[in-house]
């Protein structure tokens, strides 16, 4: 059994450091073992610091969240529960807090991967076309912005055309009537294929079209010789992927600094 925390962690990781590289401001810093990917978009997933390896030291920690204060962009370090939980205390001395004390998200893995729940998720009327040109990547950036809600800029500045011509990544579009409905990206690490940007515009919820987009990525991995399939999940989107055979394999906690945390809450 391999250790499938690991495999999503890697993915993420991955997914999080190629798709940025489409920002003209990412900056990715490696050392000691801790990642920091800044690209001042309007989410912290593309602004935040993660422990990449087992051996990290705190000090290498201190470190990253010195130079991610220094470039005057707000972040969030995540930790995972059970893991990483010896950099608890190192944040706090830096000024740092949980974010959400409750409220964490789950990494979650299908392997081995069922086969069935992935052939069944088919909606006749839904075409899942690969990304090839811009304007499969402007359907994919308006689909992806209306189905999360969020600020154009950021399916602006993490989907683009060099993505198209890596071998570990696949954007796609899910249309009904010729129109775009569903958005979907697959990232590849090893013998792992990542789901990611899965989202659904508004008004063509509830007709399955999120879970046949989730099962046509992980079909691909499948076919590109993967054997794992692992990705972070919203409460909306956890009971989708439960079905086609997801399962929790990790948490992770957000910390931010606490003078944002408090102006939040």
Not at 19 to 33: E, F, L, M, Q, Y
Request: aromatic content about 6%; glycine content about 10%.
């Amino acid at each position: 059994m391999p250790d499938l925390s690991a495999l999503e962690h890697e993915n993420w990781i991955g997914y999080l450091t190629g798709v940025a590289s489409c920002h003209a401001r990412t900056t990715v810093a490696r050392s000691g073992g801790v990642v920091t990917l800044l690209t001042g978009l309007p989410m912290d997933w593309f602004n935040q610091i993660l422990v990449e390896g087992y051996d990290t030291k705190p000090a290498a920690l201190l470190v990253a969240v010195a130079q991610a204060r220094a470039q005057d962009i707000g972040f969030v370090v995540r930790l995972r529960e059970g893991i990483d939980d010896r950099f608890i205390p190192t944040l706090i001395r830096a000024g740092l807090g949980p974010d959400a004390p409750k409220q964490t998200t789950p990494g979650m893995v299908a392997f081995p991967i069922d086969h069935d729940a992935i052939a069944n998720q088919v909606v006749a009327e839904l075409d899942i076309e690969e990304v090839t040109d811009e304007a499969g990547l402007d359907a994919h950036r308006r689909t992806a912005t209306a189905g999360f809600g969020a600020d154009p800029a950021l399916a602006q500045g993490n989907v683009c055309m060099s993505l198209l011509g890596r071998p570990d990544c696949v954007v796609y579009v899910g249309y009904a009537d010729g129109s775009p409905v569903v958005s979907g990206l697959g990232w590849r690490t090893g013998r792992t294929i990542g789901v990611y940007s899965i989202a659904t515009i508004p008004s063509a919820r509830r007709r399955g079209y999120a879970a046949a987009m989730t099962a046509r990525v992980v079909a691909d991995g499948l076919g590109a010789g993967c054997d794992a399939a692992a990705l972070q999940a919203s409460e909306m989107g956890r009971p989708i992927y439960e079905r086609l055979g997801f399962r929790a394999v990790v948490r992770y906690a957000t910390y931010t600094a606490l003078s944002a945390a408090a102006d939040r809450g």
